[in-house]
């Protein structure tokens, strides 16, 4: 069974729209972080200040990694809408349920192969 084209073409859409958020959120999360001034190694600011701006740096560097990942996922999504092989189960072969691909557009696995994965 494949999707009809016009889903397919729907869900591609929305995943380059959720791409473009995603790059847009990275490339804001890198300007909030302290580390990337310039000036801040020519700074003698106190070491609570020090502190602070590390703690905040460790924060978007965290958040910058889920993102990426993130739009690993879509991108890997739509290379496999282009393939032939999007809503195909990684595991089983199977085809991933709608609703779960309506939650989640990224799905590799059907439900049951996810739960088996998580044990």
Do not use: W
Not at 97 to 115: F, I, N, S
């Amino acid at each position: 069974m494949k999707f009809p084209k016009e889903l397919l073409n729907s869900i591609y859409r929305n995943l380059l729209k959720l791409r473009k958020v995603r790059e847009e959120r990275i490339s804001s999360i890198k300007l909030q972080d302290p580390f990337s001034d310039p000036d801040r190694l020519n700074d003698n600011a106190a070491s609570d200040t020090e502190a602070k701006e590390e703690s905040s740096h460790e924060r978007m560097e965290a958040l910058e990694k889920v993102l990426r990942r993130g739009l690993e996922e879509i991108n890997l999504a739509l290379t496999r809408i282009k393939k032939g092989t999007y809503g195909k189960c990684q595991n089983c072969g199977q085809m991933i349920d709608t609703d779960r691909l309506g939650v989640k557009p990224t799905a590799l696995y059907c439900v049951t192969c996810e739960r088996k994965k998580e044990k």
